[in-house]
């Protein structure tokens, strides 16, 4: 064998054994992306609109649930959805977003979830999947403190301001059919157009009408009703993966008593113990 031979031979077997180190690195590498480890939850797995962070479309401003300005909202939904998407290991970004399009834009991609105050229904849900229920709402009755309205009975030929796309205007097309329903794309215009007198009273959610008789002069609630509504966070159709990691987590936050501190900040009372075990089955 001759001296040019075997260096040439060696070179061979050297170039080969690079290339062998080379793919099982590249196999190790591979093992390791498919393993998180076993802890937590798996945000890969997630399939959100931007990696590491939940979208989230939410009509702002509905104190106590949702208000303030960008990017400084709080509120009972922001605090919970900060709260799950932190146990999820997810950023979180909040786009204001009109509620009477919410579920539409939901429904083509614009956000991951939504969370508005927003009540479980069968029409919803032709459009959008819900998780489980986080608030048991009621309907009210807002007038202004001199108004002779002292119920629903009375709506017959006045003028009811509601927000649009909302259950509390189909509410009121239902119970009061001989009312006219001016609907209002911003549920402050309503408020406002109550106390300015352009409409008779306001149909709509009890803790948004509370809050209205509180900050704005002259409101006051003169009835609520039991409508058996729950509010849910929403979803896209096929994100089941996302819905259920969220139920997860809205479940830890209930079953740990960070549930508990969150409603009795906004709402100023215990949560009802129905709601800490309230589950939801997409249709």
């Known amino acids: 064998m001759t001296h040019g031979r075997l260096t040439t031979i060696l070179l061979a077997l050297a170039a080969s054994l690079l290339l062998a180190l080379g793919a099982a690195g590249c196999g190790d590498d591979d093992d390791d992306d498919g393993d998180n480890g076993g802890g937590g939850a798996d945000t890969t797995e997630l399939d959100t609109i931007r990696p590491g962070t939940l979208t989230v479309g939410s009509d702002i401003p509905y104190p106590p649930f949702e208000q303030g300005r ?56 032709r459009a959008v999947d819900f998780g489980d229920p986080y608030f048991l709402a009621e309907q009210s009755l807002l007038v202004q403190v001199d108004s002779d309205i002292q119920a629903i009975d009375d709506l017959p ?88 990691a969220v139920n997860g987590a809205l479940a830890e936050v209930k079953d740990d008593g960070t549930f508990a501190e969150l409603y009795t900040e906004w709402f100023k009372k215990d949560p009802p113990q129905e709601i800490l075990t309230a589950t939801h089955t997409p249709d």
């Open 70 to 125: 960008a990017p400084d909202y709080d509120g009972f939904d922001i605090e919970l959805i900060n709260e799950i998407a932190s146990r999820l290991e997810l950023d979180v970004q909040i786009k204001d977003t009109p509620f009477d399009t919410i579920f539409r834009d939901l429904a083509q991609g614009k956000f991951d979830v939504v969370i508005s105050g927003s009540t479980i229904t069968d029409e919803r849900e």
């Open 157 to 244: 030929g006045q003028t009811v301001g509601v927000q649009k796309g909302t259950t509390g205007e189909a509410y009121v097309k239902e119970e009061a059919p001989d009312a006219t329903v001016r609907s209002y794309g911003d549920l402050d215009d309503a408020f406002n157009a109550l106390v300015a007198g352009q409409v008779d009273a306001v149909m709509f959610d009890l803790p948004g009408t509370q809050e209205a008789a509180r900050t704005k002069e002259g409101l006051e609630v003169r009835e609520s009703y039991d409508t058996g509504e729950e509010f849910g966070i929403a979803f896209q159709e096929d994100a089941d993966a996302l819905r259920e």
